[in-house]
C-alpha cells in the first residue's frame, strides 16, 4: 500500500514536469515523432486526468465536455492544450480527443490519428490507457 501511495505522489509531482519537460517522453521505436509525440500527448492527459482523480477523490467524467469542467473546477492552473471556453482537448492533428471509457469509468483516452476518422482504435488511432501508466509506475518500482 505504501508503494502504491508513494508511485502516486511521484505521479503526482512528475506531473506539471511532464507537461513542461522533453526528458519525460518515451522514445517509441519503429514509430515516426509526430505519432510518438502525439502518444505522450495522450499519456501527458492520463497522468493528469488520474492525478486530478486521485487528489479529488472523485472519479474523472467519461465525456469530454463534462471532463474539461471537472478539471477546470478542480485545478488552479490553467493547462494550455485545454480548451476551457470551447469545453474540449485537441491531439496533436487538432481533433478532439475521444474519452475511452468501461462501465461508465474514465479508462483512457484516443486520439483519431493524422487521418482524422475515428476508427475505435485501429488503423491509424491511437490511445492511451490508464492500464499502462499503472503498469509503468509499478515497472518502475
Not at 510518438?36 to 493528469?48: K, M
Not at 465536455?65 to 469545453?87: A, N, P, Q, R
Not at 475511452?100 to 490507457?129: C, H
Amino acid at each position: 500500500m505504501t508503494n502504491y501511495l508513494s508511485g502516486r505522489i511521484l505521479v503526482l509531482l512528475t506531473v506539471m514536469t511532464c507537461f513542461f519537460s522533453a526528458s519525460c517522453k518515451s522514445n517509441y521505436h519503429n514509430v515516426g515523432l509526430e505519432k510518438s509525440n502525439a502518444v505522450n500527448n495522450l499519456r501527458d492527459i492520463c497522468i493528469f486526468v488520474n492525478s486530478v482523480e486521485y487528489i479529488s477523490k472523485e472519479p474523472a467524467p467519461t465525456s469530454l465536455t463534462l471532463l474539461v469542467t471537472w478539471l477546470e473546477k478542480k485545478i488552479l492552473v490553467k493547462e494550455s492544450f485545454i480548451d476551457y471556453e470551447g469545453k474540449t482537448i485537441k491531439d496533436i492533428w487538432g481533433n478532439t480527443i475521444i474519452i475511452m471509457s468501461q462501465q461508465d469509468r474514465f479508462i483512457g483516452v484516443g486520439s483519431a490519428g493524422p487521418n482524422g476518422k475515428w476508427e475505435g482504435g485501429q488503423g491509424d488511432d491511437l490511445t492511451y490507457l490508464l492500464s499502462e501508466l499503472i503498469a509503468e509506475e509499478e515497472n518502475r518500482e
